[in-house]
C-alpha cells in the first residue's frame, strides 16, 4: 500500500494555522485523487457521501469502543502503522503495538471512561469529531476531562491518523 508521508513528522506539532492549513490539504486533497478505496477516495461506482457516512460511523464507532475499557476493542479499529498523538506536544506513538502498550495498562485501570461526541464532520477520508472525554479514575487516581477536536484519517477502512487537540476556553458540559 503506498501511502504519502504523514505531516507532521513523528515528534513535531502544529500550530493553529499549520493544522487550519493541514485539516484543508488533507480534506481538498483527497476529492482530487484518482483512486479506489485504499486512498479513502470511493471508486467511481461508489458514491462519495456514502463512503464519508462509513467514515465517519467508524470513527464513531471507535471513540464508544473506549467506554468498554479494554485496548483489544480498539486495536481492530486501528491501521497496523497508525500515528498517534494524545495531545499537542506529547510524542507521536508509532504502529498499532505501541498504542497497545502504551494505552492498554492505563486504560484498564479506570473506573469508567465517557466520551461524548458533540459534533462530527467526515470529508473523504478525514474525519473531524468535536468532543468531551472523561476518564473516571475512582478512589485512588485522579479524574480528567477534556474538550478536544479529533482529527482522523481513515483508509482501508482502518484510522491511519488519530490526533487529538485540546479546544481551550471551551465549557466541560457536566465535567
Known amino acids: 500500500m503506498n501511502r504519502p508521508p504523514i505531516y507532521p ?9 499549520q493544522m487550519l492549513a493541514l485539516t484543508a490539504a488533507l480534506g481538498f486533497g483527497s476529492l ?3 483512486g479506489g478505496h485504499d486512498q479513502g477516495v470511493p471508486a467511481r461506482d461508489q458514491d462519495p457521501d456514502e463512503v464519508e457516512a462509513a467514515n465517519e460511523d467508524l470513527v464513531t464507532r471507535f471513540c464508544k469502543a473506549w467506554e468498554l475499557r479494554d ?4 486495536v481492530p479499529f486501528l ?29 484498564s485501570r479506570l473506573v469508567r471512561v465517557e466520551w461524548d461526541i458533540v459534533r462530527s464532520q467526515a470529508i473523504g477520508p478525514l474525519v473531524i469529531n468535536d468532543r468531551i472525554d472523561r476518564f473516571i479514575a475512582g478512589p485512588d ?14 483508509q482501508d477502512r482502518r484510522i491511519v491518523l488519530w490526533r487529538d487537540y485540546n479546544i481551550p476556553g471551551r465549557p466541560h458540559p457536566q465535567a
Request: charged fraction near 30%.
Open 9 to 17: 513528522p513523528a515528534g513535531k506539532t502544529l500550530d493553529r494555522r
Open 32 to 34: 482530487a485523487q484518482a
Open 71 to 74: 485496548v483489544e476493542k480498539l
Open 79 to 107: 491501521a497496523d502503522d497508525l500515528v498517534y498523538q494524545m495531545f499537542e506536544g506529547r510524542p507521536d506513538l508509532i504502529g498499532v503495538e505501541a498504542f497497545r502498550s502504551e494505552v492498554g495498562p492505563w486504560l
Open 141 to 154: 487516581g485522579r479524574d480528567m476531562v477534556f474538550r478536544v477536536a479529533g482529527i482522523f484519517v481513515v
